[in-house]
């Protein structure tokens, strides 16, 4: 595949992009919540599918990456091969294995968070994709280096603690029941979020293995993403359950 100055240009506008955008969607979301799971509410136009919709907006997240991979040249490359497999691992999982675990196939989520989802999956999708496989990172560097195999743990260690967590609450509620309990398990015992900070782990040790703008951007935007909805969660379990224990921290144990 040729690649020209053209597309090196818009990588770089969104790259900064992501940068950007990262800031202003950090403080918002502390004001408001992004109508899907607990938040599901009205006033945010249609809703679909919420399985359907977890499947079109990670799509790109698959594709892409796979795409530019393959054309760049890349599949002979030991290094740029590890990049592929554990970004894989992470979104075949939240594309296809997610969803159909899902307790309720009757749960809904807005349009709108379909189509924000996937427009920025899919930018940054090209984002990683084409800075890394292309050119960001010259896939010379040993397998065996201190900062690829920090970076590959703490990713395996943030996928372990996402999966695990997610399994968590799907086993709270037995078939066909429905409504909230408060976990207990794991790291529930800590923090009311570690899906999320499992999720932020995994895009912390991908900075590191790519060392990369591109991975620096993608867990940027990832904590100013989740940090908030961690917050709102502790404070929507607090407020629901007078029982919840108080110790429990958003998303740091002990920290925050």
Not at 80 to 89: D, R, T
Not at 92 to 105: D, E, G, K, S, W
Not at 167 to 195: F, H, Q, T, V, W
Request: aromatic share 16%.
């Amino acid at each position: 595949m040729y690649y020209n100055r053209t597309m090196d240009n818009i990588y770089q506008i969104l790259i900064l992009l992501e940068f950007a955008i990262a800031v202003p969607i950090f403080i918002i979301l502390f004001f408001i919540k992004a109508p899907y799971g607990r938040y599901t509410k009205r006033g945010w136009g249609p809703v679909i599918n919420a399985r359907f919709s977890w499947f079109i907006m990670e799509m790109p997240s698959v594709i892409l990456p796979l795409y530019f991979f393959i054309t760049a040249g890349a599949a002979s490359n030991p290094l740029f091969l590890l990049f592929i497999i554990i970004w894989e691992a992470h979104y075949i999982q939240r594309t296809f294995v997610y969803p159909a675990l899902m307790n309720r196939a009757s749960h809904k989520m807005p349009l709108l968070i379909l189509l924000f989802s996937g427009i920025f999956n899919t930018v940054n999708g090209i984002i990683n994709s084409y800075g890394i496989f292309v050119l960001e990172n010259s896939g010379t560097e040993s397998l065996l280096s201190i900062k690829l195999i920090a970076g590959l743990l703490i990713f395996c260690a943030g996928f372990i603690l996402n999966l695990t967590s997610d399994k968590i609450l799907r086993n709270l509620r037995a078939p066909g029941e429905s409504g909230y309990k408060i976990p207990e398990k794991g790291m529930y015992k800590y923090i009311c979020s570690p899906n999320y900070l499992g999720e932020i782990l995994e895009w912390v040790g991908w900075a590191i293995l790519t060392w990369s703008p591109a991975g620096a951007a993608f867990l940027v935007f990832t904590i100013a993403n989740l940090a908030p909805r961690a917050w709102s969660n502790l404070k929507w379990y607090r407020a629901t359950f007078p029982d919840y224990p108080p110790e429990r921290k958003a998303l740091i144990p002990g920290i925050y």
